[in-house]
């Protein structure tokens, strides 16, 4: 790619920041040296992994670690082990150039773009495999998928020794699983999860939502209808099951062929034990596009907002 762009930083660096340009990186080594270096230098970094097709979500990761970091690094990499037979990966967008210049402004310092070489060198043959949150939902729906996920991050997190990597709650499951992998190999990275990003009549932003058509984007604010309905019951007492049922006739009814809406323990995936710590998930398809969100619920006993 041509030479560096300017990026406006933010954060502890200060005028160095401010004077700094984002450079793209190719060469996973390459980049392990300067975050080191960076580290070395007393400087805090921070991560935000992406697939690209960036949109507003990713920019405010981008903008988070930028306030709380000196250094912020963005990989921009479509992993092809998370996808299955029949997915999308082929027609995954992938629109670089517009990512970087994105990028840039928002204060991003480097960017990882590695080739699938670099990340899955020739004949490679360890993949990491995670049970518990990853047992259900998206793990169901998509066999290999969370095995895909975990893989790619530890690659990226060797390739990265950030100090902390953002993640969108958009992704809830996928945050569980990254937490339980660093936690259970030891990985010395924190991990922050910042809110998910939506439009403004509450769809949740996706690369995926470019799939839409008009008609089918219309439809796809069933998803975050049905959360909020969600939320509106849950403070009531009503039970588990009839929530559910009302979240899956939204759904259906907005034209959503659903996949699962469910109402579970935000931390463990499965039935809820603490009434203050309750989670609605979502999937469904909606023409040949699929899409997921969620919605913390609120405290039983106090009216949601």
């Known amino acids: 790619m041509a030479g560096p762009v300017p990026a406006a ?14 450079e793209v990186v190719a060469e996973p080594a390459a980049l392990r040296a300067r975050v080191l270096a960076a580290q070395a230098a007393g400087r805090r970094v921070g991560f935000v ?3 690209g097709a960036l949109h507003a979500g990713h920019l405010a990761l981008v903008a988070r670690a930028a306030a709380e970091c000196d250094v912020v ?3 921009i990499f479509v992993n092809p082990t998370q996808f299955g037979a029949g997915e999308d990966f082929e027609r995954y967008p992938r629109p670089l150039s517009a990512d970087v210049a994105a990028l840039a402004p928002a204060g991003c310092r480097w960017v990882l773009v590695p080739p699938v070489e670099a990340i899955y060198p020739p004949g490679h043959a360890t993949r990491i495999v995670v049970d518990g949150p990853a047992g259900g939902f998206e793990g169901a729906v998509r066999p290999g998928h969370f095995s895909g996920v975990a893989t790619v991050v530890c690659r990226l997190f060797q390739a990265v020794p950030a100090d902390v990597a953002y993640f969108g709650a958009k992704d809830w499951q996928q945050t569980l699983v990254v937490k339980r992998m ?3 190999l030891g990985l010395p990275i924190e991990l922050v999860v910042c809110p998910t990003v939506r439009e403004p009549d509450g769809l949740a932003l996706s690369s995926r939502n470019a ?11 069933a998803l975050s209808e049905s959360l909020a309905l969600a939320a509106a019951m849950w403070p009531t007492d009503t039970t588990v099951a009839a929530i559910e049922r009302a979240m899956r006739a939204h759904l259906e009814a907005g034209g959503v062929a659903v996949d699962y809406a469910a109402v579970v323990d935000a931390e463990l995936l499965g039935p809820v034990s603490d009434p203050a710590a309750a989670i609605a998930l979502v999937a469904g398809r909606l023409g040949g596009t699929r899409l997921i969100d969620n919605r913390l619920l609120p405290p039983r006993g106090e009216p949601h907002r």
């Open 73 to 75: 690094v963005a990989s």
């Open 182 to 184: 660093v936690r259970d």
């Open 211 to 221: 799939y839409l058509s008009a008609a089918d984007r219309r439809r796809a604010v």
């Open 49 to 51: 992994p992406t697939m």
């Open 9 to 22: 930083g933010r954060g502890a660096a200060g005028d160095d920041a401010a004077a700094a340009t984002i």
